[in-house]
């Protein structure tokens, strides 16, 4: 794991223990935005002080659990987290757990089984541990897209892991663009979810008067995007850009296939930006691309939350009618190679925006002020970082006699 600090936290612990530093700054918040207190990396306040929240994160995206730590002003936890020879998952902290909050950073992404038994076991033991509170921080949650049933017997996975993470004793959860908002439903009261909207990240990067020379249309890939679109037209025109709304519907013949697409909407003459939450295979975001520049778009652009990049996206994606992909670093993509070779392919990190939640649900704020359409901060804030590759690390064998029943 990188121990690099994160660009753009500007002070040293040392200089931020004051309790007068770290609280709520309504006129900084307006001179610099909301995420004011987590672009300087100030520590969280705490009743009990610091050493009572903890921070541990599984294998699915160390860079950006670390990121986010550091944007915290905190340090990352302890935790042993191994393999058995025949693949089972070992997990053992580090560190005293008895009474404190615990923040888990962990996607469960690429390889999603893995990622989330990892997930599932860190809770678990946390909760035998007797933590007082466990949140569960999951930018990217797997098997969001099985959230209904779509043909008579099919399970419906995002209810099934929802219940799943209940089960083990999971408190509270912050995700990030979660593909359909009505998976909050699928957890009871006593476990709500914070569904954070990544596309406060995209409006910084496409709002810039250098980015766009031609009216802007947002479009979104299919009815179910159609209110994520709308937020960030929304978000364009709160910035002074004013922009007109798209949609495609497309007609799969089977999963990640497209058959045909039809469209909704003028897009002529225009800078066409798609909004989505996921791209995995880039099927239906390239036949997206080429269907707009087919009905007159000047440029297609895409903003992505989740960048998975599954074969063979990246090879569309060079040869589709894309100008630039931005995604965010909640998941890493599947290779590392062929996502650097690309030049289209931008990352900006979502580690402050996920930093600043956690110390919201912490400080007992408001989360309101994180969808609020305004410029956050200085352009230094989203930094383009390096994408990794999800290989599963190098874990040795962990020998059974040593390790109590």
């Known amino acids: 794991m990188s121990t690099e600090k994160t660009p753009g936290v500007k002070r040293s612990n040392a200089e931020l223990d004051t309790p007068q530093q770290q609280k709520f700054s309504p006129r ?94 860190m809770i678990s033991t946390l909760r035998r541990a007797s933590a007082k509170r466990i949140t569960a921080v999951v930018p990217y949650y797997g098997y969001a897209r099985q959230d209904r049933k779509v043909n008579s017997r099919t399970p419906i996975s995002a209810a099934d892991v929802a219940k799943l993470l209940e089960t083990m004793g999971l408190d509270r959860m912050i995700s990030v663009d979660l593909h359909c908002g009505q998976i909050q439903g699928f957890f009871s009261p006593q476990v709500p979810i914070d569904n954070l909207q990544g596309h406060i990240i995209g409006l910084d990067w496409f709002s810039s008067k250098e980015k766009m020379k ?34 495609l519907i497309k007609h799969r013949s089977k999963p990640n296939e497209i058959e045909s697409v039809d469209m909704v909407g003028d897009v002529k003459g225009c800078d066409a930006i798609i909004v989505d939450d996921i791209v995995d295979t880039a099927g239906t975001l390239c036949a997206a691309a080429g269907e707009l ?60 925006m996920i930093a600043d939640a956690v110390r919201r649900v912490h400080q007992k704020e408001s989360l309101m002020p994180l969808f609020d359409h305004k410029s956050y901060a200085d352009a230094g804030t989203y930094l383009e970082t390096p994408l990794m590759v999800p290989q599963m690390p190098e874990m040795p064998a962990v020998d059974f006699e040593k390790v109590s029943p």
């Open 214 to 247: 031609n009216p802007v249309c947002i479009v979104a890939p299919d009815a179910g995007g159609v209110y994520r679109a709308k937020q960030f037209q929304d978000g364009m025109t709160s910035r002074g850009i004013s922009a007109s709304l798209a949609m």
């Open 28 to 121: 900084k918040a307006l001179k610099h935005g909301p995420m004011w207190r987590s672009s300087e990396g100030l520590k969280v306040l705490s009743s009990k002080g610091n050493d009572n929240i903890l921070y541990l994160a599984g294998n699915a995206n160390p860079e950006l659990a670390q990121a986010v730590v550091e944007r915290l002003g905190a340090s990352m936890g302890k935790m042993d987290l191994k393999r058995f020879a025949d693949g089972e998952v070992f997990v053992k902290v580090d560190e005293i757990v008895r009474g404190k909050d615990v923040y888990i950073i962990q996607s469960t992404s690429t390889p999603v089984n893995e990622h989330l038994m990892e997930l599932l076991l």
């Open 293 to 352: 520049k087919r009905q007159g778009a000047a440029r297609v652009f895409a903003f992505i939350t989740h960048g998975i990049f599954s074969h063979p996206a990246v090879e569309r994606i060079e040869k589709s009618a894309l100008e630039e992909l931005l995604v965010t670093d909640t998941v890493r993509p599947v290779t590392k190679e062929a996502v650097d070779g690309c030049k289209k392919i931008k990352v900006v990190s979502a580690a402050m």
